[in-house]
């Protein structure tokens, strides 16, 4: 064997043995793929868990070595031979990263305060928003892009407060900016501005209300105590003030949502329906059902300041004859009977496993045989920290009722089976983190 062989044979193990920083000193004397092609696709598989046999650059990187390196013994001098170890030295600096990601050989991260400041200061990023919001400042950019100057004449606003806001809502991704003027990104323009039919800007109104943020400003003696350390009850407690803010605000957000859940459970058409609507607030999601179904007859069910803004949502919506109402607690009034659907929208994750259970009874009594109950939630994954938005929602649980929680959907499973239900099915919902799990009375 030639001395370039056998210097490649040493390599091919000093590599495998995780030296590869060795490997880099050797320029021209080895390519990396020459320790690819001596274990091979086959075992390189076998050896890391089968991430690299779908990874054509593994293949390219074995074929090369077969048919360019493998074997080969040139004398130094000869013209190819310097032209193969260029090429050498070049393929090893281009593969040299793709080995590493093959072989899960990732370079160790390096500590970073990133995450620790940005969490810090992310009531920056809040008030940013909310100024935006409050100044009207998407709205004013709906028609055209606009400079600092055109911003603050209508926002009736200084000129360099908009221009460090703008540029600060650009970094965040709220606004495009070109040359000096600023413009609405996709969401911003459906979102943020008050002359789109899906503006949600109002949702601020309840998620930075003083019921929430004073909840969580007290977090750490809700921690230690398991549940609120705002109040007995918390966001539990009857006809608390911040549902109606709630209602008045969280309407338009739930709109797609809602008219997605309709389609996914039609109603008989062909006969006189009911729907009760449980925590009815703003009243999008029954009705939805109601719009959809001209037979159906819609029951909805809140505290009784809360039912006002219901009904003038209804009326609205042309239903006054077909709707009616329901006050009080969902645990104690009577709910009535014979429905063909009820709706529990984000309503159970306020309540332990033993009051969600005796809810669901109540809903499994007044429901018509074969009658259908649709739970509208937060629903995390097994391992309660996926996906982000719904399993971080338990936090807001623990921060403002006493014993509320982000239900999995086992749970959810277990907890209609002993309400005397069928086996459930989840569904997504557009332009909505939360799920539908849907169960039949059995």
Same mark, same amino acid.
């Given at each position: 064997?030639?001395?370039?062989?056998?210097?490649?044979?040493?390599?091919?193990?000093?590599? @495998?043995?995780?030296?590869?920083?060795?490997?880099?000193?050797?320029?021209?004397?080895?390519s990396?793929?020459?320790?690819?092609?001596?274990?091979?696709?086959?075992?390189?598989?076998?050896?890391?868990?089968?991430?690299?046999?779908?990874?054509?650059?593994?293949?390219?990187?074995?074929?090369?070595?077969?048919?360019?390196?493998?074997g *080969? /013994?040139?004398?130094?001098?000869?013209?190819?031979?310097?032209?193969?170890?260029?090429?050498?030295?070049?393929? *090893?600096?281009?593969?040299?990263?793709?080995? @590493?990601?093959?072989?899960?050989?990732?370079?160790?991260?390096?500590?970073?305060?990133?995450?620790?400041?940005?969490?810090?200061?992310?009531?920056?990023?809040?008030?940013?928003?909310?100024?935006?919001?409050?100044?009207?400042?998407?709205?004013?950019?709906a028609?055209?892009?606009?400079?600092?100057?055109?911003?603050?004449?209508?926002?009736?606003?200084?000129? *360099?407060?908009?221009?460090?806001?703008?540029?600060?809502?650009?970094?965040?991704?709220?606004?495009?900016?070109?040359?000096?003027?600023?413009?609405?990104?996709?969401?911003?323009?459906?979102?943020?501005?008050?002359?789109?039919?899906?503006?949600?800007?109002?949702?601020?109104?309840?998620?930075?209300?003083?019921?929430?943020?004073?909840?969580f400003? *007290?977090?750490?003696?809700?921690?230690?105590?398991?549940?609120?350390?705002?109040?007995?009850?918390?966001?539990?407690?009857?006809?608390?003030?911040?549902?109606?803010?709630?209602?008045?605000?969280?309407?338009?957000l739930?709109?797609?949502?809602?008219?997605?859940?309709?389609?996914?459970?039609?109603?008989?058409?062909?006969?006189?329906?009911?729907? =009760?609507?449980?925590?009815?607030?703003?009243?999008?999601?029954?009705?939805?059902?109601?719009k959809?179904?001209?037979?159906?007859h819609?029951?909805?069910?809140? @505290?009784?300041?809360? =039912?006002?803004?219901?009904?003038?949502?209804?009326?609205?919506?042309?239903?006054?004859?077909?709707?009616?109402?329901?006050?009080?607690?969902?645990?104690?009034?009577?709910?009535?009977?014979?429905?063909?659907?009820?709706?529990?929208p984000?309503?159970?994750?306020?309540?332990?496993?033993?009051? /969600?259970?005796?809810?669901?009874?109540?809903?499994?009594?007044? =429901?018509?045989?074969?009658?259908?109950?649709?739970?509208?939630?937060?629903?995390?994954?097994?391992?309660?920290?996926?996906?982000?938005?719904?399993?971080?929602?338990s936090?807001?649980?623990?921060?403002?009722?006493?014993?509320?929680?982000?239900?999995?959907?086992?749970?959810?499973?277990?907890?209609?089976?002993?309400?005397?239900?069928?086996?459930?099915?989840?569904?997504? =919902?557009?332009?909505?983190?939360?799920?539908?799990?849907?169960?039949?009375?059995?």
């Amino acid at each position: 064997m030639c001395q370039w062989a056998k210097s490649r044979q040493k390599m091919s193990k000093e590599f @495998w043995h995780g030296t590869f920083s060795e490997l880099s000193g050797h320029v021209l004397a080895v390519s990396p793929v020459a320790a690819v092609s001596r274990i091979g696709t086959r075992q390189l598989t076998a050896m890391h868990g089968g991430q690299a046999r779908c990874d054509p650059g593994l293949r390219s990187l074995v074929a090369l070595s077969s048919s360019k390196w493998q074997g *080969r /013994c040139r004398p130094a001098h000869s013209k190819r031979s310097r032209r193969d170890s260029r090429q050498r030295t070049s393929l *090893r600096l281009k593969t040299r990263g793709v080995l @590493w990601r093959l072989t899960g050989m990732t370079t160790p991260a390096q500590p970073s305060p990133d995450l620790f400041f940005d969490t810090l200061t992310a009531y920056q990023k809040t008030a940013a928003l909310k100024a935006a919001i409050d100044l009207n400042l998407f709205t004013a950019l709906a028609d055209a892009p606009a400079t600092a100057a055109q911003i603050a004449k209508a926002c009736n606003a200084a000129e *360099r407060g908009v221009r460090i806001l703008c540029d600060y809502l650009t970094v965040l991704g709220f606004l495009q900016k070109s040359g000096d003027k600023y413009n609405l990104t996709l969401d911003s323009t459906v979102f943020l501005s008050r002359k789109s039919p899906g503006y949600a800007g109002g949702v601020a109104e309840f998620l930075l209300s003083d019921h929430l943020t004073s909840a969580f400003k *007290r977090l750490t003696e809700a921690v230690r105590k398991g549940g609120t350390a705002e109040s007995q009850q918390g966001s539990t407690t009857p006809e608390h003030p911040m549902w109606m803010t709630f209602a008045q605000s969280m309407g338009g957000l739930m709109a797609q949502a809602a008219a997605g859940l309709a389609e996914l459970q039609p109603l008989d058409p062909n006969r006189p329906t009911k729907v =009760l609507d449980i925590s009815a607030s703003h009243g999008v999601w029954g009705i939805a059902f109601a719009k959809k179904n001209p037979k159906t007859h819609l029951v909805a069910l809140d @505290w009784a300041p809360v =039912l006002q803004i219901t009904t003038r949502s209804a009326h609205a919506a042309g239903l006054a004859d077909r709707f009616s109402t329901i006050a009080g607690s969902a645990f104690d009034v009577d709910l009535g009977t014979d429905y063909d659907l009820v709706l529990v929208p984000n309503f159970l994750h306020h309540f332990n496993t033993a009051d /969600c259970v005796r809810f669901l009874k109540r809903c499994h009594a007044a =429901l018509r045989p074969g009658g259908r109950v649709a739970i509208v939630e937060f629903v995390p994954n097994p391992d309660r920290v996926t996906p982000p938005q719904a399993a971080g929602f338990s936090l807001v649980m623990l921060a403002t009722t006493p014993e509320g929680d982000a239900y999995t959907f086992d749970e959810y499973t277990a907890m209609l089976a002993e309400a005397g239900f069928q086996k459930p099915t989840a569904h997504s =919902l557009p332009a909505s983190v939360n799920q539908a799990v849907i169960s039949v009375k059995k």
